[in-house]
């Protein structure tokens, strides 16, 4: 025991001067912080959807590359086979040496916490649990960094067999790479591979529930780690003269592959990895009873608005063609208007009608206070519209706006969206909002005016 | 009294070549044990078998009255050991991987000590990297000895030492022996096992050809002593064949190399023949056999290459 205790402290202490494993354990995920806030800068709060993809890749690094590299080079070095030459037990080097692992990654992961926290993160919503989740998320990497340095012969090959199983892992394994972005093979892929499991759970640590004790996340984790640590062991070699490719009992590694498979098998069985996609418009998933008026418009109303309209390029109702291109000074408020439309407080609301028309507004205040923006917010209106509302239901409401022009109460500020631009007269913003209204019809419908 | 050391029969192949065919030898307390022998001879596998590091395939194994194969870890215990090709982390001071390696023991040395009596005092605080080899090797001494050792085992200590570093050594390990350590050392330099062991084992293809102190095994190879003579011009073979108690003769240009059971009544004769012949004596040398001839002459399987003499 108290040959452990050394062991432990010599092995931190070693990794704490060993400028590369530095660089690796906490550069590497500080780096990938750093990537993923830019990436992610709009959200509204700053990486609190992405710690479990973070914290993931830190122990992905640190188990997977970081521990075999250490154990590998001390093999080839010699150490390990000195250490063979005094009384102390392999397995209890082996334990402390995975115990250092696991504070160098749990250092780590406060390291990312601190500086997430630092950036604007709101604090985890259930740490406890998070600690206890993190530990197992480290739990199975180890076991699988024990196997890579029973399989790699040196550091080269550690290199390999790592990027190997990291590489996947992070692009479709939804470790860095959202699952619900990637399609549907990938997401059966990735059920395979204990990333998206490890991430899942730190999410819901972080931003959700928390879990239950009997929770399927946690439960791979652990079937992956414990035959991790148990083929690792059987696997085990001191010297670096045994070489991999001759080594007995490599049918050991099928403990590895069949509880791989099994997870992804048992995940399948639960219908628990298709992640449906939330960007794509959601039609209404049961009938509303009774339909609102715009509901009942057809085709023929549509067409029987008046498009006698002012031109695009006039200084009524402007609309940028393709074409043409905002100034770079007006680009921010337009990326303004295109990231915060959606979550912009008078769009949303019960009732479709009221948020479309609250867009429009968007559209028609900059038109009728004359701002630089004036040509380019429709279309990024028409977009978001786009997205939102089925195209069918979309030409009836905007139909609906188009001739019923003195309903809705206007706004006469776009400042809370991020552009600049109000106005006195809410009966301007009304044509405004009646004139786009019948040019997003047509151009939905491919209507000339 | 009990041998510190027992090897009986030992036996160890890696697939189908046998490194180790049969070996046997005893080392007694307080005694310095050298196992020499060409490279790949199967010294080291000896060693290994010896410390636990392989499992021999059969014979008999003890250091200090236990049974190595049955309680390996009790033997770690009582020994200390420096392999070739074992090195430490980089970035670990003398200082540290003294207190971690006496960590792994019962019984330990002072770490301060050992830094003392290994000349490492200046080094304590030193990266391993940045030691040189023959502070690197005073290290590895240095660590064999944190647990007090009944038997010390030094496999190949010189090798790869530049002759500075090699000479410090063999001081070290003649200190030892003051100390009255038993010592195990293998080696293939002759004149360290002569030098510094009480008797050595020669170990050639995987079985012991010959034990015992260096001297005797001399005295016993032969008695006859060794004479070159080289002349201008040179001397006719058939004449040189004929001086008395001349054998294994060897004439090369103006050079004649051969042994003799009686150099008096040689070289007697050999003077006579120069004056007949009106040669010109050059150079003239008579030496007794040494432990080289008897080495050579034991591992001379046609192949005896590799040896550093």
Redo the contacts between chains.
């Keep these: 025991m108290k040959g452990w205790w050394h062991h432990l402290r010599s092995s931190l202490r070693l990794h704490f001067r060993n400028r590369m494993a530095l660089l690796y354990g906490y550069l590497f995920p500080l780096i990938f912080l750093g990537a993923f806030w830019v990436l992610y800068r709009h959200d509204k709060y700053p990486l609190l959807r992405h710690m479990g993809e973070l914290l993931t890749v830190s122990v992905l690094g640190g188990a997977c590359f970081g521990l075999p590299t250490t154990l590998v080079s001390e093999r080839e070095r010699g150490v390990w086979r000195r250490y063979r030459l005094t009384p102390a037990a392999t397995a209890s080097l082996v334990a402390s040496t995975v115990v250092a692992r696991y504070f160098i990654v749990l250092t780590a992961g406060l390291l990312q916490l601190g500086v997430a926290l630092g950036v604007g993160m709101p604090a985890p919503e259930h740490p406890w649990a998070l600690a206890v989740a993190f530990t197992l998320v480290a739990f199975a990497f180890i076991g699988l960094g024990l196997v890579i340095a029973m399989m790699a012969d040196n550091v080269p090959a550690v290199q390999a067999l790592g990027q190997c199983i990291f590489l996947p892992m992070l692009i479709i394994g939804g470790v860095a790479v959202p699952l619900e972005s990637l399609p549907v093979w990938a997401q059966h892929v990735s059920a395979f591979f204990p990333g998206r499991y490890a991430v899942e759970v730190l999410h819901q640590c972080v931003t959700g529930t928390g879990f239950s004790p009997l929770n399927f996340d946690l439960l791979a984790l652990g079937v992956i780690g414990v035959t991790g640590f148990l083929v690792g062991a059987k696997l085990f070699r001191w010297d670096a003269q045994q070489h991999f490719s001759r080594q007995r009992g490599k049918a050991w590694l099928f403990p590895i592959l069949a509880a791989w498979i099994a997870v992804g098998v048992a995940a399948e069985a639960r219908n628990r990895v298709i992640i449906p996609d939330t960007t794509k418009p959601v039609v209404a998933a049961a009938p509303v009873v009774p339909l609102p008026p715009w509901a009942h418009l057809t085709s023929k109303d549509a067409e029987a608005l008046d498009y006698d309209l002012p031109p695009d390029v006039g200084i009524v109702a402007p609309m940028a063609g393709p074409d043409q291109l905002p100034d770079e000074w007006v680009k921010p408020q337009l990326d303004n208007v295109r990231i915060m439309l959606p979550y912009w407080v008078p769009s949303k609301g019960p009732d479709p009608l009221t948020r479309v028309r609250h867009a429009l507004y968007v559209a028609a205040v900059p038109d009728a206070a004359q701002v630089p923006t004036e040509a380019f917010v429709p279309g990024v209106v028409l977009n978001y519209l786009q997205l939102t509302y089925p195209k069918d239901d979309l030409v009836k409401m905007l139909t609906w706006i188009a001739s019923h022009p003195d309903e809705g109460n206007p706004i006469l500020s776009t400042s809370d969206l991020g552009l600049k631009a109000a106005v006195r007269d809410p009966m301007l913003v009304k044509e405004r909002v009646h004139y786009y209204a019948v040019k997003f019809v047509a151009k939905l419908t491919n209507h000339a005016y | 009294m009990s041998h510190k050391v027992v090897v009986r029969n030992l036996k160890k192949s890696y697939g189908a070549v046998e490194a180790v065919r049969d070996v046997s030898f005893t080392i007694e307390a307080g005694e310095i044990f050298g196992l020499l022998g060409p490279n790949g001879a199967g010294k080291t596998t000896t060693l290994e078998c010896l ?3 392989r499992d021999a395939d059969a014979g008999e194994l003890e250091v200090c009255g236990l049974d190595v194969r049955k309680r390996p ?2 033997v ?2 009582k020994i200390g ?1 420096a ?1 070739q ?5 980089d ?2 001071t003398p200082r ?1 991987a003294l ?3 006496g ?4 019984e330990q040395t002072e770490v301060s000590a050992l830094l003392e009596r290994f000349a490492l005092v200046e080094k304590a605080d030193a ?1 391993f990297a940045t030691l040189s080899g023959g502070q690197r090797q005073r290290l590895a001494l240095a ?1 064999a000895f944190v647990n007090k050792p009944e038997l010390v085992l030094l496999d190949e200590p010189t090798t790869g030492l530049d002759p500075q570093s090699r000479r410090e050594l063999h001081v070290e390990i003649e200190r030892m022996k003051q100390e009255g350590h038993t010592v195990l050392l293998s080696t293939h330099y002759l004149e360290e096992a002569e030098r510094l062991c009480d008797r050595i084992g020669i170990i050639v293809g995987g079985t012991i050809v010959a034990t015992g102190a260096p001297h005797d095994l001399i005295a016993q190879s032969s008695s006859r002593q060794l004479v070159t003579v080289v002349t201008t011009p040179a001397l006719d073979p058939a004449t040189l064949a004929q001086l008395p108690g001349i054998d294994e003769l060897k004439v090369q240009g103006t050079s004649a190399r051969f042994r003799t059971t009686d150099a008096t009544a040689t070289l007697a004769a050999l003077t006579q023949l120069l004056q007949s012949q009106r040669a010109d004596l050059i150079d003239l040398q008579v030496r007794k056999s040494s432990l080289e001839d008897v080495f050579l002459r034991l591992t001379d399987t046609g192949d005896s290459t590799g040896q550093t003499v």
Excluded: T
């Design positions: 410390v636990g590091l870890r009790d770690k215990e050991v392999l090709s074992s090195a430490l982390p970035q670990i540290e207190k971690l390696f960590s792994f023991y019962r990266r660590l």
